[in-house]
């Protein structure tokens, strides 16, 4: 009688022995065996996964934006520099206007000086000694 209760659960031993036995024996590495208690979360795992994320994303918009503005920057300076190499440009076009031989006796005359009809030439071959 003691037998006869005891040979389902042998039955089911042998199935077990024999699926068993058609796994490989020798591994790397043991099986992970995770006590109660201490089973990895998926939901914090993706969760941290999804935060690193999210920081490198905004920590790239940010260096982004700064190169960005940068540029801008740039561009700003070299059109104050445009401006600027004009107005240099005006101020000496004027000032070779204003250095003109024609304009400078049109000034002189304005001051009240007069051309001189008989120039003199100072001869510096006649040294004194």
């Given at each position: 009688m003691a037998i006869a209760l005891l040979t389902p659960t042998i039955a089911r031993s042998r199935a077990a022995v024999i699926n068993g036995?058609?796994?490989v024996v020798l591994r790397l590495v043991p099986d992970l065996r995770v006590e109660a208690g201490e089973e990895i979360q998926l939901r914090a795992f993706s969760t941290v996964l999804v935060g690193?994320?999210?920081v490198s994303l905004v920590a790239l918009l940010v260096i982004n934006t700064s190169?960005?503005?940068d540029a801008f920057v740039l561009q700003?300076?070299?059109h104050q520099m445009n401006v600027v190499n004009d107005q240099r440009d005006a101020v000496l076009r004027s000032a070779a206007l204003?250095?003109?031989p024609d304009a400078l006796s049109v000034a002189a005359t304005k001051l009240g000086?007069?051309?001189d009809s008989t120039p003199s030439f100072i001869d510096l071959s006649k040294t004194s000694k």
């Open positions: 036995s058609t796994k690193i994320f999210v190169l960005n503005q700003r300076m070299k204003k250095g003109s000086m007069v051309p």
